[in-house]
């Protein structure tokens, strides 16, 4: 079974990254190409929030018992499987970790323009996937369930 209290942090640390991309992110792409404060704030916090629906991931896979997922992307698929988010916000977090794995490892320069469709669009998958999870594990918690 789940580890509610962990989930219920680790959600509350993803809606705090979310919004601190929020508050962070210029309203115009060339805004956030020429501020490279903003550009550190929002990829750092995206890549944390991404980071964090991974270890959502990884302890819901071990908590159940479930096969052990490979990759981060893996983890989401898995996820998909067996019903906790949906196979469309499973595949949005699995494009989601290329930017995360950019920002985490400098495999090459960051996209900027990537980066400001994540904080602008891509806020909504990450508020999907943690909506989907808890209502998951509020129905999953449920005897007979």
Known sequence: MVNRDLLALKLAELHDRVER?????????EELRSDRDALDLVAFNLMLAVQTCSDVASHIIADEGW??????????????????????????LQRAVGLRNVVAHG?????????????H???TELSDFAQQVSRWATHSTIPGS
Do not use: H, W
């Not at 992307?73 to 996820?79: E, H, T, V």
């Not at 495999?107 to 904080?119: G, N, P, T």
């Open 21 to 29: 991309v929020r508050v962070n992110a210029p309203s115009a792409l």
């Open 121 to 123: 669009t891509g806020l």
């Open 67 to 92: 096969p052990v997922a490979k990759t981060l992307g893996d983890g989401f698929a898995r996820l998909a499987e067996f019903g906790v988010i949906q196979l469309e916000t499973a595949r949005a």
């Open 107 to 119: 495999y090459a320069a960051l996209d900027v323009a990537r980066c400001f469709e994540a904080a």
